[in-house]
């Protein structure tokens, strides 16, 4: 993780980031990958998101679970430069996530059609989040063994934090490379390739949403 | 499903630029006039950054989550300090009073014992008669405070009642200069003659000095006899 030490400082003896951050210094830190700019705003903007969260009464929702997975389309957002810069960061942080808690109640079926218009439609959302959330979700039913020689395929190297930029340019790794790594032969890579990536892609034909969401 | 085989090869293989130079310009002509494996190559391109999207998005996720229990571990550890430190502080706190105490009664032990005709008992009774006396006034060094008001009347006031481990705290007008004072026991017989100092307001008669029983007390300039009960 990159550090910043001139940006970013904390005390051990006398509590921690008790530094104001402006918002152009918050948006380099998260540009940066900056652990103590995440400290910063899970210390800061957390207490009011769990207090936004915990106004839906309609459905229990863990909170931390929201903010996690609103910080993260808002990193991923601002390195992807689909922040717009019209609001604080923290506006678009909650905006963010009250979007997850509305998708959620309405996923729930807890909702008004009323509320339905609540749903922001600015740069809080983008189409991707629903895809990313169904493929996650039939990633996660995939043996380790398919996920893995995908991922070497995809050319994501493991425990390698993806920045946008890198995502964007990926290029295919050569079998001969992928059965080097794991120490097979390349036809057997280039079959068990083909064997999870069509598994990959029955599964999702056959979710009706990630046909839905891809139409 | 053959076909799809053979596509899905052909896909691998021109992605991974190593068809030859013929195939790959058969396979950008096919491109053109075969939608299937048009769209095949798309859904194939597609996949692939939606796995790459997904995976950034696990990987940002995972990350947050781990630096946010990091940084609830230090909170953790920084509420447990403090609570360890004020804990430490109270104990101190605690302690001293009790080695303070301690010290206290000690010092009247070895005083009291060094004094003539005092056994190990009384002394315990004088030590529990001062401790009665802190736990009634919060301080022996308050009585000093009150000498302005304890000093317009005589005490012990008539018929006073007090225990065997009680300080007595014999008070009179500051302006009795009285050079003696004298207890009676019942029979009218002194039982105590103590030469006061000039100035001096108030005398304290420490715990068991005198059995249960009534007594009285006076001082020369006072002709009253003031009485009080000693009770066990």
Not at chain 1, 127 to 142: A, C, F, G, S, Y
Not at chain 2, 127 to 133: A, F, P, S, V
Not at chain 2, 149 to 162: I, L
């Amino acid at each position: 993780m990159k550090k910043d030490g001139k940006v970013l400082s904390h005390s051990l003896a006398f509590g921690y980031y008790r530094k104001k951050y402006n918002e152009t210094e918050i948006l380099d830190g998260i540009n940066a990958n900056n652990d103590d700019m995440i400290r910063y705003i899970y210390k800061n903007f957390f207490p009011g998101i769990k207090a936004m969260v915990h106004s839906f009464h309609t459905l229990y929702l863990d909170s931390e679970d929201v903010f996690q997975e609103g910080l993260t389309r808002a990193i991923i957002n601002i390195r992807e430069n689909k922040f717009s810069g019209k609001s604080s960061f923290y506006t678009y942080l909650t905006a963010i996530c009250r979007n997850v808690c509305l998708k959620e109640i309405q996923k729930s079926g807890k909702i008004n059609d009323g509320s339905k218009n609540d749903l922001a439609v600015n740069d809080t959302e983008t189409p991707d989040d629903e895809l990313i959330n169904r493929m996650t979700i039939l990633k996660d039913k995939m043996d380790e063994a398919c996920k893995q020689i995908i991922d070497l395929r995809f050319g994501i190297q493991k425990d390698k934090i993806l920045l946008p930029e890198e995502g964007a340019s990926l290029e295919n790794t050569r079998f001969e490379e992928i059965a080097r790594q794991l120490n097979i032969e390349t036809d057997n890579a280039r079959q068990r390739f083909k064997r999870c990536f069509e598994k990959l892609k029955i599964a999702l034909s056959n979710d009706y949403l990630w046909r839905e969401l891809a139409n | 499903m053959k076909k799809n085989s053979i596509n899905n090869d052909l896909i691998e293989r021109y992605l991974d630029n190593t068809l030859p130079v013929v195939e790959r310009e058969l396979f950008d002509e096919r491109l053109k006039t075969d939608p299937t494996l048009s769209k095949e190559l798309t859904d194939r391109i597609m996949l692939q950054k939606s796995w790459v999207k997904v995976t950034m998005h696990n990987q940002v996720k995972r990350h947050i989550g781990h630096v946010i229990t990091i940084e609830k571990q230090y909170r953790k550890i920084l509420t447990t300090r403090w609570l360890a430190a004020a804990s430490l502080v109270v104990i101190i706190g605690i302690g001293s009073l009790f080695f303070l105490q301690n010290n206290q009664n000690t010092k009247d032990r070895e005083f009291l014992l060094s004094s003539k005709g005092i056994n190990k008992d009384n002394c315990e009774k004088m030590i529990q008669g001062r401790q009665n006396e802190v736990k009634k006034y919060g301080s022996v060094d308050s009585l000093v405070k009150n000498k302005m008001d304890v000093t317009k009347r005589y005490s012990p006031a008539d018929n006073a009642v007090f225990n065997t481990s009680d300080t007595i705290l014999f008070t009179w007008p500051a302006k009795d200069r009285i050079g003696m004072l004298i207890i009676f026991d019942q029979k009218g017989l002194k039982v105590l003659e103590k030469p006061i100092q000039t100035g001096l307001v108030e005398y304290k008669l420490l715990p068991s000095r005198l059995k249960p029983g009534t007594y009285t007390w006076t001082i020369p300039t006072d002709e009253l006899k003031h009485k009080f009960l000693i009770k066990n």
